[in-house]
């Protein structure tokens, strides 16, 4: 069986769980602590799996995969059904797009490493910190909203009235500035689409407080 | 003929340039000045056509994608030949994850939008901003030498004999790092990579230095 080094607040763990649900994978969960003792992800037992420190890592028999995006299209490649990108090549550039809009740009500057520094080693306030994450995270949903509010494309979910990768990133993203009460009433189309998916019961089995090491 | 919005120094596009030049696909280049007038990227016509602002962008025909590893999957899918992903599950995996532990780990924190966020916003010193910038590289790049060096499937590039998207991504990166002077000596297994894409002629059409809009 797969086994998954998870944290239940993980965003990029959240994506790969949803994914996991949607497609009726069965796995076993692995928790690695992100806060506990300066985070168990730096530990020598984990850096020695994973030299970057960061969950997920999805371990499939001898193999070991890294990066949430990774991992989920390995996981449509080795389990086709339900698809969780589009048949056609513009159709998956698309879902691939406003995956990494959320990965590339606007995770990554808003996740817990980040925040420390920006606390531990430049020494900003409280006041400081809220504001780079309110900034960032404004930023990506702004484009996000622009883009499928717009697009002919953009259906019951990001892409067409089944969920798809680009659903797996925008749900863990939006529930994550929900909890650090960023602002959503400008985002109509993405509130409409996360609604959507949280209607969904594999959705709500890959939820941070629905995992086993939630606190 | 395909149209690709462009930055000479844009790390994102080096990326998409060097697929484009591996492939030997044709397209014309359309600068977008990210530096000048406060960056072109934020004109009110390039927001139209991209609302993340970004480069890069690329235009085939009516349709316009964004996010440089989703459209190197798209000319991928589109332009089989040669073959910038392996044939196998696991090494599609592999060579995704060394691209997006550059694309959405290292990069997105490096990057221009973000620097001038530490120093306007923040007001961070010269010295706090290149800390910043060696700090989060250094992390990457350990990472990254640490994977390269003991995998069975590194070869002269990063997944086997011939280039992949991980080394359309690697060398952007590490050119990067050594513009800004980041020292690179305990990463020989990078270095040695990035040296062999160098030696290739469609790795140096795609380089900064060659296009029509550097500096």
Chains 1, 2 share one sequence.
């Not at 985070?39 to 970057?52: I, K, R, T, Y």
């Not at 998956?92 to 817990?112: F, G, K, M, Y």
């Amino acid at each position: 069986m797969l086994q998954l080094y998870t944290y239940f607040r993980s965003s990029a763990t959240y994506r790969v769980r949803i994914a996991l649900a949607l497609k009726g994978v069965p796995y076993t969960s692995i928790p690695v602590h992100l806060r506990k003792d300066g985070g168990m992800q730096h530990s020598s037992v984990f850096a020695a799996l994973n030299p970057a420190q960061l969950v997920p890592v999805l371990v499939d028999g001898d193999a070991l995969l890294t990066q949430s995006l990774a991992i989920i299209e390995y996981l449509e490649e080795t389990h086709p059904q339900p698809a969780l990108l589009p048949s056609d090549a513009l159709g998956r550039a698309r879902v691939r797009s406003i995956a990494q809009a959320i990965a590339c740009d606007a995770h990554p500057l808003c996740n817990l490493r980040v925040l420390q520094y920006l606390q531990n080693n430049l020494g900003v306030t409280d006041a400081q910190k809220d504001a780079w994450y309110a900034h960032w995270m404004a930023l990506g949903l702004e484009a996000l909203e622009k883009d499928l509010a717009h697009h002919a494309s953009t259906g019951i979910y990001c892409h067409g009235n089944t969920p798809t990768l680009a659903d797996c990133c925008l749900v863990p993203h939006y529930t994550n500035a929900q909890r650090f009460y960023i602002p959503l009433d400008h985002y109509p189309t993405l509130t409409r689409i996360v609604h959507s998916c949280q209607q969904l019961e594999v959705f709500q089995q890959a939820a941070p407080h629905r995992q086993a090491d939630a606190e």
